[in-house]
């Protein structure tokens, strides 16, 4: 057994003499050249990925060779250098703006002892590229800068490639592509798999997701750490845009109702959304007078365009069937179908309330005894206090009232306040 080793290692050694002479004819032809013809670049290249390919062979013949003998890693260590050294001489030359210094620069040599190596140490250029660690969020903003400027760069070569995409990997990614050896074959295998592994939609949302959740408690913390104190005061303002929120509300539900299920071009529910849009527009802001000598009411479009929104009159199209209509015709039938819902309900918003035409204001008096009303509390848990002052607004109607309690003084509306039914 010990045999067929030694003369396995003997044949391992002729092969990697070979190479070794090979890459020295390359080195000679190399230092030859004084000017850059097409002809010589041409060759050049031909040289330079014949080179490539002797890379691939010595690896794997030395990798054979440091199996049975520990020793011979430092063989590999010189030819290293070197390999990189005349690989970045040849690819300088073909280059015109560095030819000249190219060619006034020494080569390396090539030997088959790694104790008689005289080799320039030259190191690859440093470019400043992310680090990737194994974390998904981390993907993108790798994958597009080593894309940029490593892998798409003709002036690398894939073994260079590999050696960039090794000093950019750490932690779990650097696991994966740990057990290949440097070669130019090596490089497409490693970032396959680096592709296969962290290139996933779904898990890069997901990652993001998790990033805006953590941001929540993250944000919570920071102000609980400033001391941040929130005031909330709908409770003092009861409506809290209730008005005309209560109107879009009710234009939404039936929006859907009508057009949720239509087919419409985005044209066509551009059209619906402005048809829309003018009927709000066209509400009155006042009572309309019975008086035939009175001015005309005031709408919203008179503020938007100066007069008022008109829409030419078509026939009822409600109780005709879509498959005999025309695409805009069945924009008209959704918009008639829209008002014919929301009028009545609209209609039905309209009326007075009983709390409007009481006012009371005139009903307390100074010195009463009220409940302030609390939302979250029962009457029986409501403050008691006593009038001090009523604020009355710029028409002359009490809007609000100065109360005494226990606990200080508030000011509330009269809407939170409820008076106390006390015989005098």
């Not at 020295?24 to 040289?47: D, G, K, M, N, Y």
């Not at 969020?137 to 760069?153: A, G, K, R, T």
């Not at 296969?196 to 993250?218: F, G, P, T």
């Not at 109107?247 to 939404?252: L, N, R």
């Amino acid at each position: 057994m010990a045999n067929n080793n030694d003369g396995d290692s003997v044949s391992f050694k002729r092969r990697r003499g070979t190479i070794l002479a090979a890459c020295t004819r390359i080195r000679t032809f190399a230092e030859s050249v004084t000017s850059v013809t097409p002809s010589i670049a041409a060759q050049l290249e031909e040289r330079r990925s014949k080179l490539d390919g002797y890379w691939s062979e010595y690896d794997a013949v030395q990798t054979r060779l440091e199996e049975q003998d520990e020793s011979e890693a430092a063989h590999r260590v010189a030819f290293e250098d070197s390999y990189y050294a005349l690989s970045a001489r040849i690819r300088e030359m073909l280059n015109p703006t560095t030819a000249s210094r190219a060619a006034a620069s020494p080569s390396p040599s090539f030997s088959g002892s790694a104790a008689t190596h005289n080799f320039s140490h030259i190191r690859l250029p440093k470019l400043e590229l992310p680090k990737f660690s194994g974390k998904y969020d981390e993907w993108c903003p790798f994958f597009d800068s080593f894309n940029s400027l490593i892998h798409v760069n003709a002036s690398l070569s894939d073994i260079q490639r590999l050696q960039y995409l090794r000093a950019s990997l750490t932690g779990d990614a650097a696991q994966i592509i740990s057990a290949l050896e440097i070669s130019k074959a090596n490089y497409a295998v490693a970032w396959s798999l680096l592709k296969d592994r962290y290139d996933n939609r779904c898990a890069i949302v997901q990652s993001h997701i998790k990033a805006i959740e953590q941001a929540q408690l993250e944000v919570a913390q920071l102000l609980r750490d400033q001391e941040t104190d929130w005031k909330f005061i709908p409770p003092n303002a009861p409506h809290f845009g209730g008005l005309w929120e209560a109107a879009v509300k009710s234009a939404k539900r039936h929006l859907s109702r009508v057009a949720g299920k239509a087919s419409l071009t985005f044209e066509e529910l551009q059209t619906t959304f402005c048809e829309i849009e003018a009927i709000f527009n066209s509400r009155p802001f006042t009572p309309l007078s019975e008086d035939p000598n009175d001015l005309s009411f005031l709408s919203p479009g008179h503020f938007l365009i100066g007069t008022a929104l008109n829409s030419f009159p078509y026939h009822d199209l409600t109780n005709v069937n879509e498959n005999r209509l025309l695409r805009w015709q069945r924009v008209e039938q959704t918009r008639q179908h829209f008002w014919r819902r929301w009028s009545q309900e609209y209609l039905n918003t309209l009326q007075e309330r009983g709390k409007w035409r009481a006012n009371k204001g005139e009903q307390l008096q100074p010195n009463q005894m009220v409940l302030i009303k609390q939302q979250g509390l029962a009457p029986l848990q409501w403050l008691l206090g006593r009038v001090e002052k009523i604020h009355a607004g710029s028409d002359g109607v009490a809007r609000a009232a100065t109360v005494r309690t226990a606990n200080g003084q508030y000011t509330r509306p009269l809407t939170k306040i409820a008076i106390l039914p006390i015989d005098k």
